[in-house]
């Protein structure tokens, strides 16, 4: 095959149309039609920001009696999940309920919207999604947004030896419509709907503004001519990476920080063009505010600025203006997003100087998870099959992992004798006895700083690629391993303020693997306990003999043929095996019969995994019946009989196929399971 052949496969992967599409121009005649079939081109930046969110959708969802929306925006589907962001949907609705009054003009568009939190609480990837997002909104026909370039204007002199001049603060074209007659344009041509409304405010840039004065005095006032011989409009499309649109500030140290970089500076080469520094055309309108124009800016650690980048951000924010040096007050249309940290908040809350900044700012916490499932969401991104190569990862290696994670933010309870354990797993909607939702609900309002303290995702998630590293050679990774690395570098972790906040790490850590020992013993009872035969014959002579009970019956024993009274020692030992009381027993059969009748009436028939309760009593009788048969503490010694080997080869298979474990994984926790119980034979 020819390279030309090769080259030609590529070029076909284009999509001509969508390319015309991006790059359309034309005259301000055709953009005003497009105003008038469209008018949400002319949306301002809050107003955009605020729709391409909600374009994604909203899921609305109830959480502690508490209505709250979802919005699948931060769920990053413009690149696959790269950027998603789990178990922060209060703080999340929060920012788009400020960016909701803002579009509506309610007074946030007139605020610095400041995302505060600890480090590692993903306020820098909201800023970043948030950029991307109106990126590549953009792109779509429901995001379009348009500028203009001056055009033949090598005849004028006005761009030198250029003919063309785009706007170099890419504005709004209506913008061009002199500010005494725009009211009476919007109502007379018609120009928005109910929905959007045709605002034309702000003036010119200072560069336009002088093209535009010098063309009016060259036609002697007909407007005209001016934009019909001079202005051709064109789509824009935001682009971080070409500073279009989407804007970056990043403070250096105080030495070297330079207010140009954020209003733009003189282009020293032009001045002898144009033959004054205070030419507008000899100015670089490139500083992070101009080029932000029309879009966003972030401020990466906003309280890190000098005090004399005050003023420049105040009056953005305040006014929608910067000051170029040398040029007047010139417009802006952008929303200001910066990100600080728990420390640097601080120092701006003790600092007289930035009382103003203080007031133009609206704060939204951005706090560490506090809900297991959505913390173990964040590792399985980051250690997804890719990214793991064929390692293993053993069942429940993440869940420990963020455990422990979330229960060092967690404040410890004040009241109802709860366990930090115990509150976790309310908070992840587990329902513990003699809990509602109103009492999860009282104990998230007791905590004052829940979320913002305690351990970094970051933390968790270098541990966990040390454990893959230093195992490589396993093959696969457990639990113990990961709380090993965690607890080895909790010695020198940077962020830890205290010894006594070092040993409260370690002590949940302890609290972490009792926690899992009960998971896995309770996974290996469910493993012995999975014979289906075994037991739905036992829930079948359960069921038998709890009908005989109910309707004062016998049962017929199936080896003797004889009637016999219901077996009550049989019944017990399962009952026993869900705390059911000798006080309850009636009531418990009764609700199981009753059940079986509203299933029949239903047409449904009544299996032994029907109800969660019995389910449970079942497998825990079938175990404490069949571990002693299968001798699972042999295990930790050296002698096997082969009897014994095959019903651990049943039960390490089960582990394999139901559970997610691998050879290696599995029989380390057969192993584990087994000294478990070898230490409980000793104790009795």
């Known amino acids: 095959m020819s390279t030309t052949d090769l080259i030609s496969r590529i070029a ?33 930046a809050f107003q955009r920001l605020y729709d391409m969110i909600v374009s994604f959708g909203e899921e609305e969802y109830i959480d502690n009696k508490k209505r709250l929306v979802r919005y699948p925006f931060f769920r990053d589907p413009i690149d696959g999940g790269r950027d998603a962001i789990f178990g922060l949907d209060i703080p999340l609705m929060r920012l788009v309920h400020v ?32 950029k991307k997002g109106l990126e590549a909104y953009s792109r779509t026909p429901e995001g379009a947004l348009y500028t203009y370039k001056w055009v033949n204007l090598r005849e004028t002199g006005l761009a030198g030896g250029d003919d063309e001049m785009p706007s170099p603060m890419n504005e709004e074209p209506l913008r061009l419509i002199p500010p005494e007659w725009r009211e009476r344009v919007v109502r007379e041509l018609a120009l928005g709907n109910d929905r959007y409304r045709v605002r034309i405010e702000g003036d010119l ?20 001519k001016v934009v019909r011989n001079h202005v051709r409009v064109r789509r824009l499309v935001l682009s971080e990476k070409d500073r279009v649109g989407i804007g970056t500030f990043q403070p250096k140290d105080e030495k070297n920080q330079d207010s140009t970089e954020l209003t733009g500076d003189i282009n020293y080469r032009k001045i002898a063009e144009y033959g004054s520094d205070s030419d507008p055309r000899a100015f670089n309108f490139d500083g992070e505010f101009n080029i932000a124009n029309r879009g966003i800016i972030e401020f990466v650690e906003i309280l890190k600025l000098d005090v004399a980048f005050l003023y420049d951000l105040l009056g953005a924010t305040q006014e929608h203006k910067i000051k170029p040096k040398k040029f007047p007050q010139t417009d802006i249309d952008e929303v200001i997003i910066g990100h600080t940290n728990e420390a640097e908040y601080k120092k701006l809350l003790g600092n007289e100087f930035m009382e103003a900044l203080r007031d133009r700012t609206i704060k ?120 090993n690395e965690l607890e080895k570098g909790l010695d020198h972790h940077s962020l830890i303020a205290s010894e006594e906040q070092r040993k409260r790490y370690r002590e949940l850590i302890g609290v972490v693997k009792t926690e899992y020992e009960e998971i896995i013993k309770n996974e290996v009872q469910r493993a012995i306990s999975a014979d289906e035969e075994a037991i739905q014959r036992l829930c079948a002579n359960y069921i038998d003999n709890v009908r005989a009970y109910t309707l004062k019956e016998k049962v017929k024993n199936p080896f003797t043929g004889r009637d016999e009274p219901p077996d009550e020692r049989l019944m017990r030992s399962i009952e026993e095996k869900i705390d059911i009381p000798e006080s309850r027993k009636d009531d418990f059969r009764r609700e199981i019969m009753n059940y079986i009748g509203a299933l029949a009436i239903e047409g449904k028939k009544f ?35 082969r009897e014994t080997q095959d019903k651990i080869d049943v039960i390490k298979n089960r582990l394999i196929k139901y559970y997610g474990y691998n050879e290696a994984s599995a029989t380390d926790v057969l192993t584990y399971v087994a000294s478990i119980f070898a230490r409980g034979d000793v104790k009795s």
């Open 607 to 641: 299996e032994y995994d029907t109800n969660d309760r019995l389910r449970r009593a079942l497998e825990m009788k079938l175990f404490e019946d069949q571990k002693d048969s299968i001798k699972l503490s042999s295990l930790v010694s050296n002698v096997i009989d």
């Open 205 to 224: 840039n200072p560069a336009c503004r002088f093209v535009f004065r010098h063309l009016m005095e060259r036609y002697r006032g007909d407007w005209g």
């Open 99 to 130: 960016l909701h009054a803002a579009a509506q003009g309610y007074g946030p568009e007139r605020r610095i919207i400041l995302l505060h939190g600890p480090v590692g609480s993903a306020k820098s990837t909201i800023a970043r999604l948030l």
């Open 364 to 483: 939204i916490d951005i706090p560490y998870i506090t809900k297991l499932s959505e913390e173990v969401r964040i590792y399985q991104k980051d250690f997804n099959a890719d990214r793991l190569r064929g390692k293993h990862v053993a069942p429940h290696t993440f869940e420990v992992a963020a455990m422990w994670a979330v229960t060092t933010r967690l404040e410890p309870p004040r009241k109802h004798q709860l366990s930090v354990l115990q509150k976790m797993k309310l908070y992840d909607g587990k329902v513990l006895p003699g809990f509602t939702q109103d009492n999860v609900k009282e104990l998230r309002k007791e905590a004052r700083r829940e979320g913002l303290e305690g351990i970094s995702p970051r933390y968790v998630q270098d541990k966990i690629s040390n454990a893959l590293v230093r195992q490589g050679t396993e093959g696969y990774i457990n639990p113990f391993m990961v709380l």
């Open 12 to 44: 076909a992967l284009q999509d001509y149309d969508r390319y015309r599409d991006l790059h359309w121009e034309g005259s301000f005649e055709d953009y005003l039609h497009i105003v008038r079939e469209r008018p949400q081109v002319t949306r301002n």
